[in-house]
């Protein structure tokens, strides 16, 4: 896979954000660990606290299309002069599937940092927390 398509994706995806309140277009691209890409965008709700963010829309679309096994993401907004990471309740959601994800974070020119799902959310709560002893 070719960290430029998984960036195109991303970047594709924002185009399409449902952000008529915040005018804050966001987009994600998730890689399977088979090699498909699942992309989402977020999508706002009057009652703000129901909005929906980019990556766990491509996260829920994933799910549902039978997709449990994920190596990276690349995430995209429309500031220009910095990189911006995942939510924390996004970084949490990601943690869901592993712990060891790709991060490409990046601006809307297509430039991009990697980083690591590790990195953005250090001592994690992650489902091996719950497994019984």
């Keep these: 896979m070719a960290v430029a398509e998984l960036v195109a994706k991303c970047l594709q995806a924002r185009e399409m954000a449902y952000c008529p309140y915040s005018g804050f277009p966001v987009g994600a691209a998730i890689l399977t660990t088979g090699g498909a890409i699942i992309t989402g965008c977020n999508v706002e709700n009057a009652s703000y606290g129901l909005t929906v963010c980019a990556e766990r829309t491509a996260i829920q ?22 990189f911006v990471g995942p939510c924390g309740a996004c970084r949490q959601v990601l943690m869901e599937f592993g712990t060891e994800w790709d991060v490409y974070l990046t601006k809307p020119d297509g430039t991009y940092r990697k980083t690591s799902l590790r990195d953005l959310l250090p001592l994690a709560f992650t489902p091996a927390h719950l497994q019984k002893n």
């Design 61 to 82: 679309r994933a799910v549902a299309e039978g997709y449990r096994r994920f190596t990276a993401i690349a995430v995209t907004c429309d500031i220009k002069d910095s």
